[in-house]
């Protein structure tokens, strides 16, 4: 029986998560769930999509995502099923599962094919995937509340996919989904240019810059160096608690995402920098020189 994992922007100081472990309980009482977090800011749609996108690898095949983060929760912005060769994911069509898709896109979609798309904002699904809004009301509590499909839509589809139900019986088949643009680094002359693009609860800053993308190093090359805000790093440390070449608290690292992280040893990154969510990250050094 695959596990069913909960990401929600819900946090726990309210019943909207417990609530939608009770309507999968009720359906599956041998349901096995597992919340991967329900601290996603609220409302950071791209935010869930990487949180989401870098995590789903680590569980098991046929896992099953329910992911809500749903500032249009009641509109005509369509609940709807991703299947994939390893999982499935429950979302709204609003972005969220971005970060899944581009791990089988050949190349992201030009802002020019999105706008001249049949449906503006949204890319056909790469092959081998196949997605199902969830129109079926049989799988849905009734009646729908206008603001809670979390517990309405997305935990009674999740309940009846782990009892083996057929992804097509929850609804009728889509071939495209909202492509929410996750932001990407870029190149300018020896720069390399990212942002912040989350900070965890220890106030680490999380950059889109991954590890294969930072300059190469040899022997002969200059070290690497990250600026954010008013301060440089003059290295990258192999772990939190190592000192910086400056003796500066302020440290940069590969994170366990593979991305390039800010950090503080044994403090908050975030909170000495000021610094959060689309904060620019500049990266230059090794075998690029000075930028």
């Given at each position: 029986?695959?596990?069913?994992?909960?990401?929600t922007d819900?946090?726990l100081s309210d019943?909207?998560?417990?609530?939608?472990k009770g309507?999968i309980?009720?359906?599956n009482?041998q349901a096995a769930?597992?919340?991967?977090?329900?601290?996603i800011?609220?409302?950071?749609?791209?935010q869930?999509s990487?949180?989401?996108?870098v995590?789903?690898?680590?569980?098991?095949?046929?896992t099953i995502?329910?992911a809500v983060?749903?500032?249009?929760v009641?509109?005509e912005?369509r609940a709807?099923?991703?299947?994939t060769?390893t999982a499935?994911?429950?979302?709204?069509?609003?972005?969220l599962?971005?970060h899944?898709?581009k791990?089988?896109?050949?190349?992201l979609?030009?802002p020019?094919?999105?706008e001249?798309a049949?449906?503006p904002g949204?890319i056909p699904?790469p092959?081998?995937l196949?997605?199902?809004?969830?129109?079926?009301?049989r799988?849905r509590?009734n009646?729908?509340?206008n603001?809670?499909?979390?517990?309405d839509?997305?935990?009674?589809?999740?309940a009846?996919?782990?009892r083996?139900?057929?992804?097509?019986?929850l609804?009728e088949?889509?071939?495209?989904?909202?492509?929410?643009?996750?932001?990407?680094?870029?190149?300018r002359?020896?720069?390399?240019v990212g942002?912040v693009?989350?900070a965890?609860?220890?106030?680490?800053?999380i950059t889109?810059?991954?590890?294969a993308?930072?300059?190469?190093?040899?022997?002969?090359?200059a070290?690497?160096?990250?600026?954010?805000?008013?301060?440089?790093i003059?290295?990258?440390?192999r772990t939190?608690?190592?000192a910086?070449?400056?003796?500066?608290s302020?440290?940069?690292?590969?994170?366990?995402?593979?991305?390039l992280?800010?950090?503080?040893?044994?403090?908050?990154?975030a909170q000495?920098?000021?610094?959060?969510?689309?904060?620019?990250?500049r990266?230059?050094?090794?075998?690029?020189?000075?930028?």
């Open positions: 029986m695959p596990p069913i994992v909960l990401t819900f946090g019943a909207f998560v417990g609530v939608m309507v309980l009720n359906i009482p769930i597992i919340d991967l977090t329900h601290d800011q609220p409302q950071n749609v791209g869930a990487f949180v989401l996108g995590n789903c690898p680590y569980f098991p095949p046929d995502h329910v983060v749903d500032p249009g009641g509109t912005r709807v099923l991703l299947v060769p499935k994911f429950l979302a709204p069509d609003n972005g599962l971005s899944v898709l791990g089988y896109l050949a190349a979609p030009e020019s094919a999105l001249s049949a449906r949204h699904l092959p081998g196949t997605a199902y809004a969830l129109t079926n009301p799988y509590l009646p729908v509340s603001t809670f499909h979390g517990r839509v997305f935990a009674p589809a999740a009846h996919l782990s083996g139900f057929a992804p097509p019986r609804g088949p889509v071939t495209d989904l909202v492509w929410q643009p996750p932001p990407e680094p870029t190149r002359g020896n720069e390399l942002e693009i989350y965890d609860r220890f106030g680490n800053l889109n810059i991954p590890a993308e930072l300059p190469a190093g040899d022997s002969n090359a070290p690497i160096m990250v600026a954010i805000g008013l301060r440089r003059s290295r990258l440390s939190f608690h190592d910086d070449a400056d003796g500066d302020l440290i940069a690292l590969i994170g366990s995402n593979g991305y992280e800010i950090a503080v040893p044994d403090g908050s990154a000495v920098l000021g610094l959060g969510v689309g904060a620019p990250v990266v230059w050094g090794g075998s690029t020189g000075s930028p």
